[in-house]
């Protein structure tokens, strides 16, 4: 809990109280002027109390995020490291995560396109910029697209 008191997140705390409790005002200021005779304030009436149901669950679901995010980091951060023989300036602070890289199937080349002149300049444009991921689709040198 000592996490949710961060100026950051006291500057949400204070945001979020205000917002749900100007929504709730207005929403008393619309029932008093639907209730003077204004029809169309009955409308807002209930409009503003929504929205601040809205706020109050997003602020909730954003503490319950944070504190589930905090207890995660906490249950997966190794223990402290121990200092060395060389003495404890040596011993590593810093915890690196690293994932697994993505894998991505081959898959295999097009049919040049036979008969069709067309498909067979597509095809090998296709193949072009697989070939050049950094290029462009104008920096092709194929005929259909040179200016």
Request: hydrophobic share 45%; proline share 10%; with cysteine.
């Amino acid at each position: 809990m000592k996490g949710l008191w961060t100026p950051a997140w006291i500057v949400r705390h204070v945001v979020a109280v205000v917002l749900i409790a100007g929504f709730c005002g207005l929403g008393w200021w619309q029932f008093t002027r639907a209730a003077g005779g204004n029809a169309l304030s009955w409308g807002y009436t209930f409009q503003w109390p929504v929205f601040a149901g809205f706020v109050a669950f997003l602020w909730v679901r954003e503490v319950q995020h944070e504190r589930r995010r905090r207890a995660s980091v906490r249950d997966t951060a190794p223990a402290e490291p121990e200092a060395t023989e060389a003495g404890p300036d040596t011993a590593q602070a810093a915890v690196v995560s690293v994932r697994r890289p993505v894998r991505v199937p081959v898959t295999p080349a097009a049919p040049d396109g036979g008969d069709d002149p067309d498909l067979a300049e597509y095809n090998h444009y296709l193949a072009w910029l697989a070939a050049h991921p950094g290029a462009r689709p104008l920096d092709y040198p194929g005929p259909a697209h040179r200016n």
